[in-house]
């Protein structure tokens, strides 16, 4: 069994229109269909929001996240104003901490975990996705994280699609590494930027992020064993 990690986490902001909570929750409880197992991080705040089928509830806000504490000052010029804000910022670049956190937790008899947004299935355009997670199964030593485009130059100025940032999956130790190269590398970049754009320069590093090609769509969650 994978256990699939995910969050939301209020940011004390407005969101656009299109990313409201109502909207997410709409997103993950078609996920929630397939019967894959949780570890669900909430804010308190959004208590009565989810009522989860299969998994695991743990409460925790913003600022109670390491990568919140860590995150480097500043932030890109270049940006959607509306929707990549600082606090967005530091939750996506919190996923690795989730993981590590649910795998720490020793709540889960499982070998292999897998980040998954917590609105994914938004760009899900087949039915039989949502039967493929929850019949997917991996070898015991691995790491898979999709990806747009092959390595290039990197940066924190523009968004960088090397990674398409919704989902991976592994083995524990293997997240684990990845978890704690982030850690190290995360607070020492000039600026807070998205967290595809740390994951692209943690390659500088020779970390073997085990990049699959996919995109924005089914083809995100879909490993190319």
């Given amino acids: 069994m994978i256990t699939y990690v995910t969050a939301l986490i209020d940011l004390y902001e407005t969101r656009p229109d299109d990313k409201t909570i109502e909207k997410y929750v709409e997103h993950f409880n078609k996920l929630q269909e397939t019967g894959i197992y949780f570890h669900l991080f909430l804010s308190p705040t959004y208590k009565d929001k989810i009522v989860l089928k299969n998994g695991l509830i743990e409460y925790i806000s913003l600022e109670e996240l390491d990568t919140y504490k860590n995150a480097p000052q500043g932030i890109p010029e270049n940006r959607n104003m509306i929707k990549d804000t600082r606090n967005f910022m530091i939750v996506i670049n919190a996923k690795t901490e989730f993981v590590y956190r649910a795998i720490m937790s020793g709540k889960h008899d499982t070998d292999h975990y897998a980040w998954i947004d917590f609105g994914i299935s938004h760009v899900f355009k087949r039915e039989d996705t949502f039967l493929y ?28 699609w090397r990674f398409c940032g919704g989902f991976f999956i592994g083995d524990k130790e ?36 085990g990049w699959y090609l996919a995109d924005h769509n089914d083809s995100i969650v879909r490993l190319s064993l």
């Avoid at 030593?141 to 485009?149: F, N, S």
């Fill in 133 to 160: 997670l929850k019949n997917l199964k991996i070898e015991n030593k691995c790491l898979y994280i999709p990806g747009c485009h092959v390595k290039g130059k990197t940066g924190f100025d523009h968004i960088n």
């Fill in 174 to 209: 293997s997240l684990l590494n990845f978890h704690q190269l982030h850690q190290f590398i995360f607070p020492t970049i000039p600026k807070l930027s998205w967290e595809v754009n740390v994951w692209a320069y943690m390659e500088n590093f020779n970390w073997d992020s």
